[in-house]
């Protein structure tokens, strides 16, 4: 499974963005779909998570901000970044969970990373 992602840039405090990321290639079906970022000198977190059903989980620093969502005909998961902070820059990158056969094991796959940027 290939990741792509677009969406991120340089926006101002209090911005907003909308990060998308879109799978493709040979699978069977994608079960969870979320969002990760990494900003200079600190781990990669998760931001954000949603679920083959839909059910969804967010970091405490972006509940309230951000949301995560997906379309499940495009195979393709968004973050809309709302009421953005400087501590929000960091470079964001998408993790899908798929199957390769109905009886397969999960897989993991990671995009290629968007960076953000929001200036003070």
């Known amino acids: 499974v290939q990741l792509q992602a677009s969406g991120g840039g340089l926006v101002q405090t209090g911005g907003s963005l909308r990060l998308s990321c879109a799978a493709s290639g040979s699978f069977f079906s994608i079960n969870a779909m979320s969002w990760y970022r990494q900003a200079p000198g600190k781990q990669r977190e998760l931001v954000a998570i949603?679920?083959?059903?839909?059910?969804?989980n967010l970091a405490d620093s972006v509940k309230g901000r951000f949301t995560i969502s997906r379309d499940n005909a495009k195979n393709t998961v968004y973050l809309q970044m709302n009421s953005l902070k400087p501590e929000d820059t960091a470079v964001y990158y998408c993790n899908v969970i798929f199957y390769r056969a109905r009886d397969s094991g999960s897989f993991a796959s990671w995009g290629q990373g968007t960076l953000v940027t929001v200036s003070s």
């Open positions: 949603i679920t083959s059903g839909g059910s969804t």
